[in-house]
Nanobody
Framework: EVQLVESGGGLVQAGGSLRLSCAAS????????IGWFRQAPGKEREGISC????????YYADSVKGRFSISSDNAKNTVYLQMNSLKPEDTAVYYC?????????????????WGQGTQVTVSS
């Protein structure tokens, strides 16, 4: 069974940085795509980044491009989301998710497994 556990969320001032981690078990990154999503109160879940071993360049949503960076440590079976230049509008619960196929995906229905989420709050 695939399990995903996010960590690294918290409270940060605007302009600050956070690094989220997604520790996976029951899957290997060679076969899966891992995505990061976020959901703010009253808004739809937004796919913001995705990484896959079959694709050289990760996917980033326009809302985070140039500020966020996704990476993976296959030895630790962990995917990271480095978030820089944070803005109050980045405040949301952040989730990682796994797709059983390699490739770049960003729609929630494309993912099979989800973590429990970690809260990120950016104060102005």
């Amino acid at each position: 069974e695939v399990q995903l556990v996010e960590s690294g969320g918290g409270l940060v001032q605007a302009g600050g940085s956070l690094r989220l981690s997604c520790a996976a078990s029951g899957c290997t990154f060679d076969d899966y795509a891992i995505g990061w999503f976020r959901q703010a109160p009253g808004k739809e879940r937004e796919g913001i980044s995705c990484i896959s071993s079959s694709d050289g360049s990760p996917y980033y949503a326009d809302s985070v491009k140039g500020r966020f960076s996704i990476s993976s440590d296959n030895a630790k079976n962990t995917v990271y989301l480095q978030m820089n230049s944070l803005k109050p509008e980045d405040t949301a619960v952040y989730y990682c998710a796994a797709n059983r196929h390699s490739g770049l995906f960003y729609k929630p229905y494309q993912f099979d497994y989800w973590g429990q989420g970690t809260q990120v709050t950016v104060s102005s």
